[in-house]
């Protein structure tokens, strides 16, 4: 199975732990029965008694689960159980005064968690990656203090509507799952500073991601998208959007199947081209918020609008001054697809050779 680490708090947390606090039962081979019986001599050691230990790593062992014993560690804040066997986190764990759980590379589902983690209310850091779970578990959600969510390498094919509870994520990592859209509640993640969605199966993004205005990375490579919101131009602090390996359009849609509009739709673009008056007097409400619903098109030459029925048109935009990226307008008429904004033929050569840069870079 491939790591999804990049897990720099994870070096962080042993740098940062005094030796003396620390129990390191890493590449030992042990199994729960030799597990459970070594914590317990440990822990009736008077000289070395559990309640000292701070940090435990128990990474590269062949454990399905822990013992109950490791509740007794009551000062536990740092734990790493990666690359063993793991099928369970017991309910003991809560009992820890966890910062950070670091679970990545085992065998974990979607019912392997403990039924409740509002007890962890400290922990910041939460590394899952490289299991096999299929949802989002959800009882992450309840741990509000969190800063740093690995989620890589699973099979999650949604993120949950209520993902803005952790509005204190700076991380977000959601590489290597099955992930076919972004809720919009995403923006609502203010503190992000980093949103990994890479090899998923997305074919757009939300426009709510121009919300997280403390964003630097972006990573959407390996998707299925073609375009990108044109709110995305808002995140000036962005310093890394990686886009290889996406269909993304590189030139001007021009052949496409237009549906031809309706007759409500026609009258409504005479009324509002010729600005013809009207009011709740003379017409239904309903027709009246149809009416104001009216969007005009993006060619500057044409005075046009559009409700329903509309033009799909791919424009590359300076991104920061640096290169241009695809981003998806909608237009009135195919006729508008000619000169829009006065690109010359040499301009969109230009941004193509410019976009397969970034794209392939």
Same mark, same amino acid.
């Given at each position: 199975?491939?790591?999804?680490?990049?897990?720099?708090?994870?070096?962080?947390?042993?740098?940062?732990?005094?030796?003396?606090?620390?129990?390191?039962?890493?590449?030992?081979?042990?199994?729960?029965?030799?597990?459970?019986?070594?914590?317990?001599?440990?822990?009736?050691?008077?000289?070395?008694?559990?309640?000292?230990?701070?940090?435990?790593?128990?990474?590269?062992?062949?454990?399905?689960?822990?013992?109950?014993?490791?509740?007794?560690?009551?000062?536990? %804040?740092?734990?790493?159980?990666?690359?063993?066997?793991?099928?369970?986190?017991?309910?003991?764990?809560?009992?820890?005064?966890?910062?950070? #759980?670091?679970?990545?590379?085992?065998?974990?589902?979607?019912?392997?968690?403990?039924?409740?983690?509002?007890?962890?209310?400290?922990?910041? $850091?939460?590394?899952?990656?490289?299991?096999?779970?299929?949802?989002?578990?959800? =009882?992450?959600?309840?741990?509000?203090?969190?800063?740093? #969510?690995?989620?890589?390498?699973?099979?999650?094919?949604?993120?949950?509507? $209520?993902?803005? %509870?952790?509005?204190?994520?700076?991380?977000?990592?959601?590489?290597?799952?099955?992930?076919?859209?972004?809720?919009?509640?995403?923006?609502?993640?203010?503190?992000?500073?980093? #949103?990994?969605?890479? $090899?998923?199966?997305?074919?757009?993004?939300?426009?709510?991601?121009?919300?997280?205005? %403390?964003?630097?990375?972006?990573?959407?490579?390996?998707? @299925?998208?073609?375009? #990108?919101?044109?709110?995305?131009?808002?995140?000036?602090?962005?310093?890394?959007?990686?886009?290889?390996?996406?269909?993304?359009?590189?030139?001007?849609?021009?052949?496409?199947?237009?549906?031809?509009?309706?007759?409500?739709?026609?009258?409504?673009?005479?009324?509002?081209?010729?600005?013809?008056?009207?009011?709740?007097?003379?017409?239904?409400?309903?027709?009246?918020?149809?009416?104001?619903?009216?969007?005009?098109?993006?060619?500057? %030459?044409?005075?046009?609008?559009?409700?329903?029925?509309?033009?799909?048109?791919?424009?590359?935009?300076?991104?920061?001054?640096?290169? @241009?990226?695809?981003?998806?307008?909608?237009?009135?008429?195919? @006729?508008?697809?000619?000169?829009?904004?006065?690109?010359?033929?040499?301009? =969109?050569?230009?941004?193509?050779?410019?976009?397969?840069?970034?794209?392939?870079?």
């Amino acid at each position: 199975m491939e790591g999804y680490s990049s897990d720099s708090s994870e070096n962080e947390n042993q740098e940062n732990t005094p030796p003396s606090k620390v129990l390191d039962y890493s590449y030992l081979m042990l199994d729960v029965q030799t597990l459970a019986h070594n914590l317990e001599v440990f822990a009736s050691n008077e000289r070395r008694p559990a309640e000292n230990i701070e940090a435990l790593y128990l990474h590269n062992n062949h454990l399905t689960s822990l013992p109950q014993i490791i509740s007794r560690f009551s000062h536990l %804040k740092v734990l790493n159980v990666s690359y063993n066997g793991m099928v369970r986190l017991p309910e003991a764990l809560c009992e820890c005064p966890l910062t950070s #759980l670091i679970a990545k590379n085992n065998h974990l589902e979607s019912d392997s968690l403990p039924k409740s983690l509002r007890s962890l209310s400290m922990l910041r $850091d939460l590394n899952l990656s490289g299991n096999n779970f299929t949802f989002f578990p959800e =009882q992450i959600l309840e741990l509000v203090s969190l800063k740093y #969510l690995h989620l890589g390498g699973n099979g999650i094919s949604e993120i949950p509507q $209520d993902i803005w %509870k952790l509005n204190g994520l700076e991380v977000l990592y959601m590489g290597g799952n099955r992930l076919v859209e972004v809720p919009a509640s995403v923006g609502e993640l203010h503190l992000l500073h980093s #949103l990994v969605l890479c $090899d998923n199966m997305l074919e757009s993004l939300p426009s709510s991601v121009a919300n997280l205005h %403390k964003l630097k990375s972006l990573l959407l490579h390996k998707n @299925r998208l073609r375009t #990108l919101p044109p709110e995305i131009i808002a995140l000036k602090g962005l310093t890394e959007l990686s886009l290889r390996d996406n269909p993304l359009v590189v030139r001007f849609v021009r052949d496409m199947t237009h549906n031809p509009p309706s007759m409500l739709e026609l009258a409504a673009r005479i009324i509002k081209i010729h600005s013809i008056p009207y009011s709740a007097e003379v017409i239904p409400q309903n027709v009246i918020e149809y009416l104001n619903g009216a969007h005009y098109c993006l060619n500057p %030459k044409c005075k046009g609008v559009f409700f329903d029925n509309r033009v799909e048109h791919i424009k590359f935009v300076d991104f920061c001054g640096k290169y @241009r990226i695809p981003l998806l307008h909608f237009l009135c008429s195919s @006729r508008c697809m000619e000169n829009v904004h006065g690109d010359s033929t040499e301009e =969109q050569n230009m941004s193509v050779d410019m976009m397969k840069k970034v794209l392939l870079g």
